[in-house]
């Protein structure tokens, strides 16, 4: 028996786990004991991330589709028709007529890999991938602030923290490892706020638990703001030293005193005032946010308001200090770093400028596109429009995750040519002309990068199931059949380019991972250990800038019709459009249909029963699920978690997206209950 | 497993790697090795010199050995069904006392009324040598529950380590089985080894940090009717993971899963499965009667603290410490034991 | 000595030789074992079908009677409806029969009182039968029995069998239809109108939980003896023999110690709340 260590695939927290291995099976799983995010600890989906991996269900060969049915196919004659088609539409239309969507479940090499075949292959920016449904505002709202979109420090820091405020995360669910660590800082002292609009398990451990209503973040963040300089609690010194933009900042703020934001965010001003008071005073404040704050049309400017937070009162650049958002896939950090997205490329160097392009040019021995392409949400309406006429899904789901999913259906439909690459047949794959059948995180090398940067191996554990593939061969076979060899023998070559061009991973390679859990970047050469914290000294822009924000409503108000606000989000036992999750025998039979949280005042009010069945439609859609009554959810909201292709709920979540980071509005939308 | 059995010999470390090499050739062997980093793991033992066994109870319990994680039970087609039990032999070199406690329980549990063919099937093909421990981890608590350091009976094979040579104390037919081939390797031992054996027990036990009275939480929850709000308090902070009852070497549950390859195949597997989980005592129709997590997590404590001394005479829990470092929720057994001594408001205080 | 290893969880052939629709969710099946084997009333096995998994099931049909064993199966869960679509001629397999069973020998010589509600009334008919296998043993014998409508109510032909045996019956239903002439309302509305003389009968209760729990607390507040009010509990289930732990409630397993337990153990025990 073989133990075989690699990282968890299921959320952002990135906890070492071994697998192991007889005779070619995976028999079990248990975590890392010295791992610095898991200390020897997993959550239920950690505990059963192997099920999945031989599950009989897995893909097995290339399917080709003829006359409406699939067909087996040889990888050759895939992997060719692949080729053709593509270079056909190419040809045909142009290159910008097809998409690319690269996933945050694969490794950083498969991203970069799919990022370079869009670009240098196809010759297109249009690629993105789900970091467009969580995090795009982090990326860009912080980018406008300090100058990097990701986590300012380590999870292990949070254990000595003295305060936590934490908004719209359910982390113990959510992210349960980092959840551990906040729960240890309680228990150290430290103090634990929370804001939340649902009564989540780690709201229950805060000293304040703020439950502002759903899309009135700004107006909270801005409100406590207001008191911060009200009460003279602003650290002036690193305002003048380390920040511009502070003027512009606090007229905006001026309007925002608390009592008129508790009308707006039905949050007790004394609540407020009392958070605000405890966050700015103690030194060794860590804020984090996650979907809570990015998933609304104003996800950009609530990051914004976290950013001015922090830079109000001084609690960046240190240990235990900063801003933190909470990434949500194992390897969206990492795909974002990678550049899977149309406006940069590996390690966000944009594509719009002349002397990053000419590098990557250099290196590709191919002419760059230099517009930035099409996100994820415009890719389906370019679809509609009849200009976008292919396109290429890697280990994505959009069927199940995005908003308005009648809309993605159509878009699929629409298509002259799709391929969907997964492991198993998904709801996307349905739609397509090619599925290519691709491997675990069992099944291959690689590195994934977690929520606080840490670029972590994965290793081979078994050999690919079936006749399956490694997502980064199967894009080089491609890519060669297409006329461009990329000629990697293994993953660690991949890697050795991606360090060669991305000053953020200069020095991580693949055999300086082997110790001490891997290395967090920025790493700017083969000697530099690493970056538990960022901005020390100085932001990664220069100066910290202030930017002022203002509130906006949710897109969709309730009214007579629609008269309660829905929330959409995660639970613990399963993970987005339950691919893996749900053919875990432990983690289905515990939640095996989709529920919805209803408020026992509402519930009694509309004569519905625990467990009864009720039908919830929004302008979009209706879909039937089953009441759970809880005081989890306040009065007039309903959450539904995501994960149930049976009963959809993004059938019903509303597509309207914030203005630059095109994130839609999954957390609020209007929708009426009745009982069935 | 095999009958009780008893005799003492001494082994020279020396001699340690041939006899292990020798008995490779016959069986498997599995020992603590190095994993990721700083981490020591069971594993097949490929360079005998890597076996590392100053190293506390490990990750997870041996119990993985006799009781896997997944367990193929059946592989079914359309005319035939084949029983997949495993009785391949193993030995297993480095386990320690805790873990031979525990897996005494086991032997009664899955051994008596109803035999449970796969476990006994890897049981009776599998030797543990287990070691005193000479260095227990700060987590250890097995000191308060006479589940170790040091055994007196039980084991298959004890080893004791007395600086340049092992006291090995045969418990068993089947320890015996292993050592007689080979009983030139092995010598008498002097009145003056069982000295220093003693001498390393004494060492041992001083080193233990906690001393947890499982007794004295039993009793507080028979005769002073616990709080369903202590209760509460405990299930607040539990992160529903399973994983005290994955690593619990005393844990025994499992689920039972049909898998089909095509409309005729597939395999019936066994899992291990966790009472934390409100699924567990799911019935047809939407039943769920442990619904609430306070259900749940009492249950647990309860049959390892009332239950487990009712059945069998000793407590659920052998002090091997593996929920403590496990649980996220820091609700581990010897948490939740200090917790029912102290109260709630004496630890406010603290 | 090695332990004696056994085929624990193998299940044996069983052929499918007739199946009866009852209601629109229950239906009979009548099934012939490779190898035969004794069993008594409220002992159950746990059915399976390849590929789909095991529920266990009590036996609804009496040692002796017929070869066959008949098992009542109502379709709540993905095994129970694959068995539904089964048909004579079909294999299945059958493990047991495992729990403790029904005792009679206690209530001999005094009135009985059996109380059933929905497809708990399967396990009751095998006693039931067995108990008037030697009919002059016991005194007055009398079942109510309540269902969801009258369209749900099993076994009539048993029920008027019974009742020309000397069975007095009241049958009861939630919900009437228009040719419903009979009781309606829960069963425990109607236990009162049993001639048993309560403080001296055996109570024999199966249903489901909500129904056990009332019927248990009413015949208690009549003066029945704890002890004398008998009822089968169902669990979730995966082993039957007491390994899988996921039946054991407070210090006991229903599939071993149980499935039937008295009213004065099940407050013992705790049993009902888990």
């Not at chain 1, 099976?25 to 991330?49: A, D, E, F, M, Q």
């Not at chain 2, 006799?66 to 087609?77: L, W």
């Amino acid at each position: 028996m073989d133990k075989v260590p690699t990282i968890c695939p299921y959320c952002g927290c990135g906890c070492g786990l071994y697998l192991h291995v007889e005779e070619g099976n995976i028999i079990g799983v248990s975590p890392i004991r010295h791992h610095p995010v898991n200390k020897g600890t997993l959550c239920v989906k950690g505990w059963n991330s192997f099920e999945f991996i031989q599950h009989p269900e897995r893909l097995k060969y290339p399917l080709i589709k003829e006359n409406d049915t699939f067909r087996k196919a040889s990888w050759d004659e895939a992997i060719k028709y692949v080729a053709n088609q593509l270079t056909d539409i190419k040809k045909k239309y142009s290159p910008d007529s097809i998409g690319v969507m690269s996933s945050a479940k694969c490794t950083n090499e498969e991203n970069y890999l799919m990022m370079k075949f869009a670009r240098a292959v196809i010759g297109t920016n249009n690629i993105d991938h789900c970091a467009r449904l969580c995090h795009s505002s982090t990326v860009g709202g912080l980018a406008v602030a300090f100058g990097s979109g990701a986590m300012t420090n380590s999870i292990n820091e949070i254990a000595d923290a003295k305060v936590l405020f934490v908004i719209g995360s359910n982390t113990t669910e959510q992210h349960p490892m980092i959840g551990m660590h906040m729960l240890d800082a309680v228990d150290k002292g430290a103090t634990l706020i929370v804001a939340d609009p649902r009564r989540t398990q780690i709201s229950e451990f805060a000293q304040i638990h703020l439950r502002q209503k759903c899309g009135t973040d700004v107006v909270l963040l801005n409100s406590m703001m207001n008191v911060i300089i009200n009460e003279g609690l602003v650290d002036i010194p690193f305002i003048k030293r380390r920040t511009e933009n502070f003027d512009a900042f606090e007229r905006v703020v001026k309007k925002y005193p608390p009592e008129i934001a508790a009308k707006i965010t039905g949050v007790p001003a004394q609540d407020i005032k009392k958070a605000a008071r405890i966050y700015a005073t103690e030194k060794r404040a860590m804020l984090f946010y996650s979907m809570g704050i990015t998933q609304h049309i104003t996800g950009v400017d609530n990051v914004r308001s976290c950013a001015n937070l922090c830079m109000l009162t001084a609690h960046i650049g240190q240990p235990m200090t900063g801003l933190n958002p909470l990434r949500g896939q194992n390897n969206v950090q990492g795909a974002c770093d990678m550049g899977a997205l149309p406006d940069v490329y590996s390690g966000y160097q944009e594509v719009s400028e002349p002397s990053s392009r000419r590098k990557f040019e250099r290196t590709w021995r191919r002419k760059l596109p230099s517009k930035p392409g099409l996100t994820l949400t415009e890719m389906f309406d370019s679809v509609l429009k009849g200009q976008m006429k292919a396109m290429y899904i890697m280990g994505e789901n959009p069927v199940i995750s995005d908003p308005d999913s009648s809309h993605v259906t159509e878009a699929l439909k629409k298509l002259e040519f799709l391929v969907v690459q997964d492991i198993f047949m998904s709801d996307t794959a349905e739609f397509a002309d090619v599925v290519l059948p691709a491997v675990s995180f069992a099944e291959k090398d690689g590195t994934f990068t977690n929520t606080e940067r840490r670029v972590q191996k994965i290793r081979k554990a078994i050999r690919p199931m079936y006749g399956s593939m490694p997502d980064w061969r199967i894009i080089s076979e491609i890519s060669k059949e297409m006329g461009y060899d990329m000629g990697y023998r293994a993953t660690h070559e991949i890697m050795e380019e991606i360090a060669l061009l991305t000053p953020l991973y200069r020095g991580i390679l693949h055999h300086r991972l082997d110790d001490n859990f891997g290395l967090q970047w920025p790493c700017s050469d083969p000697d530099n250990p690493g970056t538990p914290f960022l901005h020390r000294k100085k932001f990664a822009k220069g100066l910290g800038t202030f930017i002022p924000v203002d509130y906006i409503p949710p897109a969709e108000n309730i009214s007579k019709k629609f008269p309660f606000v829905l929330t959409t989000g995660r639970m613990y036992f399963h993970y987005h459009t339950g691919t893996m999750c749900r053919r875990t025998s432990t983690l289905e039979r515990e939640y095996p249909e989709c529920y919805a949280e209803i408020n026992p005042e509402d519930a009694d009010s509309l004569g519905i029963k625990h467990n009864s069945m009720i039908k919830v439609s929004s302008r979009r859609g209706t879909i039937t699920v089953r009441a759970y009554v809880t005081d989890k959810v306040s009065k007039g909201t309903i959450f539904i978690p995501f994960h149930y292709k049976e009963e959809a709920v993004n059938l019903l979540t509303n597509p309207a997206v914030d203005p630059s980071a095109k994130i839609p509005e999954y957390k609020v939308c209007a929708v009426r209950i009745e009982s069935v | 497993m095999g009958s009780i059995y008893m005799e003492s010999l001494i082994l020279a470390k020396s001699n340690l790697s041939y006899w292990l090499r020798q008995l490779r050739k016959e069986m498997a062997l599995i020992g603590p090795l190095k994993g990721e980093n700083n981490d020591i793991v069971f594993k097949t033992v490929e360079n005998i010199h890597e076996i590392i066994l100053d190293c506390p109870a490990l990750i997870p319990s041996p119990k993985e050995f006799i009781f896997p994680q997944k367990e193929d039970m059946f592989r079914f087609s359309k005319d035939k069904v084949e029983n997949l039990r495993n009785d391949k032999k193993r030995l297993i070199f480095g386990v320690r006392s805790c873990d031979i406690s525990a897996i005494i329980l086991f032997d009664r549990f899955y051994g008596e009324k109803f035999v449970d063919d796969y476990y006994m099937s890897r049981r009776n093909n599998t030797v543990f040598i287990s070691i005193g421990c000479n260095n227990p981890d700060p987590t250890c608590f097995c000191i308060g529950l006479g589940s170790g350091p040091f055994l007196s009976l039980g084991f298959d094979i004890q080893f004791s380590d007395l600086g340049d040579r092992y006291l090995v104390e045969i418990g068993s037919t089947n320890g015996m089985d292993i050592v007689k081939k080979f009983i030139h390797l092995f010598s008498q031992p002097k009145k003056s080894d069982y000295d220093d054996q003693y001498e390393a027990m004494l060492s041992s036990q001083a080193r233990f940090e906690k001393r947890i009275n499982l007794e004295n939480a039993r009793q507080k929850i028979l005769f002073e009717k616990v709080d369903d709000s202590f209760w509460e308090g405990v299930a607040k902070r539990c992160f529903e993971c399973g994983g005290c009852v994955y690593e619990c070497p005393l844990c025994t549950c499992f689920n039972v899963i049909d898998r089909k390859y095509s409309e005729t195949e597939g395999i019936r597997i066994r899992e291990w499965d966790t009472c934390m989980f409100r699924g567990f005592t799911k019935m047809a129709g939407n039943i769920w009667p442990a619904d609430k997590k306070v259900m749940r997590t009492k249950r647990w404590y309860f049959h390892k603290l009332i239950y487990y001394p009712e059945q069998f005479g000793k407590f659920g829990c052998v002090g091997c410490g593996r929920c403590t470092i496990t649980c996220p929720g820091r609700i581990d057994m010897a948490t939740i034991a200090y917790r029912l001594k102290v109260g709630e408001n004496e630890r406010k205080a603290d | 000595m090695k332990e004696r290893l056994t085929d624990l969880y193998l299940p044996s052939k069983a052929k499918v030789i007739d199946v009866v629709d009852m209601t629109s969710d229950v239906k009979l099946f009548k099934v012939m074992p490779e190898k035969t084997f004794k069993y008594k009333p409220g002992q159950f096995l746990m059915v399976s079908l390849w590929g789909e998994g095991e529920v266990p099931i009590s036996i609804a049909s009496t040692y002796g009677v017929r070869e066959e064993i008949e098992l009542c199966i109502k379709r709540v869960g993905p095994v129970t409806s694959a068995i539904h679509s089964l048909k004579s001629g079909d294999d299945i397999g059958i493990r047991g029969p495992f729990g403790n069973g029904f005792s009679v020998n206690r209530a001999k010589n005094r009135d009985i009182l059996f109380v059933g509600g929905g497809i708990g009334i399967a396990p009751l008919r095998s006693l039931i039968n067995e108990v008037l296998k030697n009919k002059k043993d016991f005194k007055k014998i009398e079942l109510v029995y309540g269902s969801r409508t009258p369209s749900d109510i099993l076994f009539m032909d048993d029920i008027n069998l019974w009742q020309k045996k000397g069975v007095n019956v009241i049958l009861t239903v939630d919900r009437k239809d228009r040719g419903w002439r009979g009781n309606a309302g829960i069963v425990t509305e109607h236990i009162g109108k049993s001639r048993v003389s309560f403080k001296n009968a055996h109570a024999f209760v199966c249903g489901p939980q909500v129904m056990i729990n009332a019927v248990m607390r009413d015949l208690s507040s009549r003066g029945t003896p704890e002890g004398n009010i008998i009822m089968t509990l169902e669990a979730h289930m995966k082993c039957g023999v007491g390994k899988c732990g996921h039946c054991y409630a407070d210090g006991k397993y229903i599939c071993t110690d149980g499935p039937v337990f008295s009213y004065k153990e099940i407050k013992q025990f705790n049993l009902n709340g888990v």
